[in-house]
């Protein structure tokens, strides 16, 4: 992939993400409007010590935050990448803003709570939930990738590697079950088959980090040992806005998010600086 052809690339998924952002700030405004989240159900709250604390307690409307965010988030940092690497080419951001542009269609998710008040919707509910799960599996997919490539194995086939991966998440999206009859908190339909969706995320991510720490370690880049431990703090991050459900960890997980991104491209740019 030449770096004309990926900056095109970038500058589609820069237009795309603001779209899905202007859509996900609209979903949330009908359902404050028709006050759907009264309607859905509330994960059982903590008996631990401080997490009893209403800050720390699940709320709809913070997932609903958090969710919509995503796709916010998304935007800033593909901007960051195009003007940082705009004329620099690293194959392991090209895979990065993969990544990156996959959270922001975690916003479909504000589709699940919407099909109260538009019942027509309930009969795409199960392909939104495997597009979800199909750019899920291939944000982890495309960040192992990336930090695979930061080892400098060079190739020309990127088109190749996109098609597996592309490949590998549909294969994996369509054999987690939806279960569109029960729905359950945090917006999500596949209740019983969760932990599998968190293992195999959560080993494909840690790897990732290990990955870009390893390689800062060999080669003795502080770059890449910083970029690891940034990469962590936005994963880490990246799962508390999905899943804890909070109003705290919400709005932790989004500065994190944000600010271990950019960081992190920092990181990378700064060793680009000297290439």
């Not at 965010?69 to 004329?87: G, M, R, T, Y």
């Not at 990469?231 to 990246?238: F, G, H, P, R, V």
Request: positive net charge; glycine residues 4%; contains cysteine.
């Amino acid at each position: 992939m030449t770096i004309a052809g990926r900056n095109r690339i970038l500058i589609f998924a820069i237009c795309m993400a603001a779209l899905i952002a202007i859509g996900s700030v609209s979903c949330c405004i009908a359902i404050v409007t028709h006050n759907l989240l009264a309607e859905l159900p509330a994960a059982p709250g903590s008996s631990f010590g401080l997490l009893r604390l209403p800050i720390f307690a699940y709320n709809n409307y913070a997932v609903m935050v958090g969710v919509a965010s995503f796709p916010v988030i998304a935007l800033a940092l593909l901007i960051c990448v195009f003007f940082l690497f705009e004329k620099t080419h690293a194959l392991e951001i090209s895979f990065f803003s993969l990544f990156v542009f996959s959270l922001s269609v975690e916003a479909l998710q504000l589709l699940f709570p919407l099909q109260i008040r538009y019942p027509l919707l309930t009969i795409f509910t199960a392909s939104i939930a495997r597009i979800i799960f199909f750019f899920r599996f291939g944000a982890c997919l495309a960040l192992l990738t990336s930090s695979l490539f930061a080892h400098k194995t060079f190739t020309r086939e990127t088109g190749s590697i996109i098609f597996l991966l592309s490949f590998i998440a549909f294969a994996l999206s369509h054999i987690i079950p939806i279960d569109t009859v029960h729905i359950v908190s945090f917006f999500s339909f596949s209740r019983s088959y969760r932990y599998l969706l968190y293992s195999f995320s959560g080993i494909v991510c840690v790897l990732a980090v290990l990955s870009f720490l390893l390689v800062g370690i060999y080669r003795s880049i502080i770059e890449y040992r910083k970029a690891a431990f940034r990469l962590l703090a936005m994963l880490i991050a990246y799962t508390a806005v999905l899943y804890a459900g909070s109003w705290f960890f919400t709005a932790v997980g989004i500065a994190v998010l944000l600010a271990g991104g950019f960081f992190f491209l920092k990181a990378i740019h700064q060793f680009y600086l000297w290439q």
